[in-house]
Structure formats: C-alpha cells, structure tokens
C-alpha cells in the first residue's frame, strides 16, 4: 500500500509531462496482461512473448506501435483492444514493470 501511495505521489508530483514508467503502477495495471503474458512475464502458450525482463524503451516502443497500427504482422490483432484504452503513461508504467521482472523468478 505504501508503494502504491508513493507511486501516487511521485506521479502527482511530476505533472502531466511524466513519461518515465513506474513498475509499482504499472503491476497494478497488469493484471489483464497476465492472462496471456503470464503472472511471472513469461508467456503461457508459445504465440504469447515473454516480457520479463525485457527492456522498457522496447516494450514502450512495441505498446505505441500496436496502438498506431505500425505493428499489425504476426499476432498483433490480440494486442490491438489490449492497448487502444491505455494512455501514455500507462504503457510507460507497464514497461517499467516488465523490465522490473526476472524471468528466472
Ligand atoms: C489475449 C492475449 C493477450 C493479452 C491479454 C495481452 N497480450 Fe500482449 N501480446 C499478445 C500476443 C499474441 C502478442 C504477440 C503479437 C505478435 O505476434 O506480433 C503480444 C505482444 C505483446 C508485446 C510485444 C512483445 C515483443 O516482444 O515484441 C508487448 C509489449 C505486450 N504484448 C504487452 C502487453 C500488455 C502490457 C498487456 C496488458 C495491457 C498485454 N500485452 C495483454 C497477446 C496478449
């Protein structure tokens, strides 16, 4: 609870402009990623990529690219209702905790 109130705060604090991620509030919007990505990051079936531990600016990267259809290949299409609700700072927020993971946990 305590980190939650920080994470509130520090994103109040830094206003609008913020586009760091933070890890504490992006698990706290992670829950609905984890029914294909995994509880732990790692994928539960082959078509899902691991994101534990990857790195921040490249999940960021890939979260814009499905939300402006850059990146529509592959299987994309589940990715597209995922992302279209997410604003900038939440993709920020989930690649921080992403990244934040070990995949040997
Ligand atoms: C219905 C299943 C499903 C859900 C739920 C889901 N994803 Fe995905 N995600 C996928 C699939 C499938 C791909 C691979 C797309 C492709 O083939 O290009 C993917 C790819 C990604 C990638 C790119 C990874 C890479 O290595 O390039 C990121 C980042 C990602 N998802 C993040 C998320 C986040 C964050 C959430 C929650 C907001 C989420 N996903 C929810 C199915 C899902």
Redesign the pocket.
């Known amino acids: 609870m305590k980190k939650i109130l920080l994470a509130v705060g520090l994103v109040a604090l830094s206003g609008p402009s913020f586009a760091a991620g933070d890890a504490a509030a992006g698990k706290a919007?992670?829950a609905?990623?984890s029914?294909?990505?995994g509880a732990n990051g790692v994928g539960i079936a082959g078509?899902?990529?691991?994101?534990s531990g990857?790195k921040a600016e490249?999940?960021l990267i890939?979260?814009k690219a499905?939300k402006d259809g850059s990146?529509s290949?592959?299987?994309?299409a589940?990715?597209v209702g995922?992302?279209a609700a997410?604003s900038d700072q939440d993709?920020a927020d989930?690649?921080a905790y992403?990244e934040s993971l070990d995949a040997a946990k």
């Open positions: 919007k992670a609905i990623c029914s294909c990505h078509i899902f990529p691991n994101l990857q490249y999940l890939q979260l499905f990146r290949s592959g299987n994309s589940q990715m995922m992302v997410l993709m989930l690649a992403y």
